[in-house]
């Protein structure tokens, strides 16, 4: 879908993306429509796995938040008691928490993958299409017509494919970040190691967002053309080159929106017990319009970034026949 016009447009930078951004979405009543339709069932099925996964949180923390010391006691044959006194470390707490929530952690694994993942794919097919439509200046589309064309020709399989590798690449840079945590957690007590870890963090973390913001152009880049896979991504770790900060704030962006929200809303459950089903649907409300900001501010960004990249290429090789002539 790409389309002449889009290429023919200004360099943006970070709030000339988000600008442009907000611009497809508020200034077209189809596009809203549509993706509020296509919304409906990811809605659904995230609050049924937001509910499950607060009351799990819950039960994390209630682990965390208990006497930090254990007494056993027994009683001896000649009838007298002794007891015995253990400090409970992070290390016991750790394997807790493993004991107890292992299958809550599985279960919301498994049904993210199986349910809300390939819904959230769906709908990010529908988004960055629809999206693109409108960004090459067919504004006067409704909402039939916008979904026909959001999925004329479109295959699940080249997204799915890539949206799979990167869920996968996200998850294990996740992973090594929260196995970080988790060591900063347990030498928490020593003050040097405490420094030590908090800059080992920060720059990690940064470098997360880096790579996430290549890996979901990566998915853009598999819905607008016929690139799948390790390639997709490759494609897009290739043109991104001197684009890189602005995906890292774009990504910090939505970030911090998802987390702001996810702290609210587990603060609230902790402080009564539960966040109730008013709270949890507005959460999950605002993390599907999140999630449509998101997808459409990776187009434009992908846009942008192929745009720059064809731009250099002219210029070397114009510089090289320049070269050539003299």
């Known amino acids: 879908m790409e389309n002449n016009q889009i290429m023919m447009k200004g360099k943006l930078g970070l709030f000339g993306i988000l600008k442009e951004t907000l611009a497809i979405v508020h200034k077209n009543p189809s596009f809203i429509i549509l993706t509020f339709l296509i ?5 659904c099925s995230l609050l049924a796995h937001e509910i499950f996964f607060q009351q799990t949180i819950i039960e994390t923390t209630k682990c965390q938040s208990q006497d930090s010391m254990s007494v056993k006691c027994s009683l001896s044959t000649n009838g007298t008691s002794s007891c015995v006194y253990k400090m409970i470390g992070p290390l016991d ?15 919301l694994g498994l049904s993210y993958l199986g349910i809300v993942h390939l819904l959230d794919l769906f709908c990010t097919i529908v988004i960055v299409n629809s999206a693109s439509v409108i960004y090459a200046g067919e504004n006067r589309v ?13 295959s699940l399989k080249g997204p799915f494919i890539t949206s799979i590798y990167a869920l996968l690449m996200s998850s294990l840079s996740l992973l090594g970040l929260v196995s970080l ?3 900063f957690y347990v030498i928490s007590n020593a003050s040097l190691f405490t420094v030590f870890f908090g800059f080992l963090c920060m720059p990690w973390l940064a470098k997360h967002m880096e790579w996430n913001a290549i890996w979901n152009m990566g998915v853009v880049l598999s819905v607008l053309e016929e690139k799948h896979g390790v390639i997709a991504l490759g494609v897009s770790a290739y043109i991104s080159r001197g684009c890189r900060r602005r995906g890292l704030f774009l990504m910090l962006i939505f970030f911090v929106w998802r987390l702001a929200l996810r702290l609210s809303c587990l603060y609230v459950g902790w402080s009564v017990g539960g966040s109730g089903i008013g709270v949890t649907a507005a959460h999950v409300s605002l993390v599907c319009f999140g999630n449509v900001l ?18 250099k290429k002219v210029d070397v090789e114009h510089g090289s026949a320049a070269e050539a002539l003299k």
């Not at 919304?39 to 809605?43: E, I, N």
């Open 39 to 43: 919304s409906l069932p990811l809605f």
């Open 93 to 107: 707490t750790i394997k807790e928490i493993i004991e107890k929530l292992t299958g809550r952690y599985l279960v």
């Open 142 to 154: 409704n909402v039939k017509e916008m979904w026909n064309r959001a999925i004329e020709g479109v």
């Open 181 to 183: 945590a988790a060591n």
């Open 294 to 311: 998101k997808w459409v501010a990776f187009m434009v960004y992908f846009y942008d970034c192929k745009k720059r990249f064809l731009e």
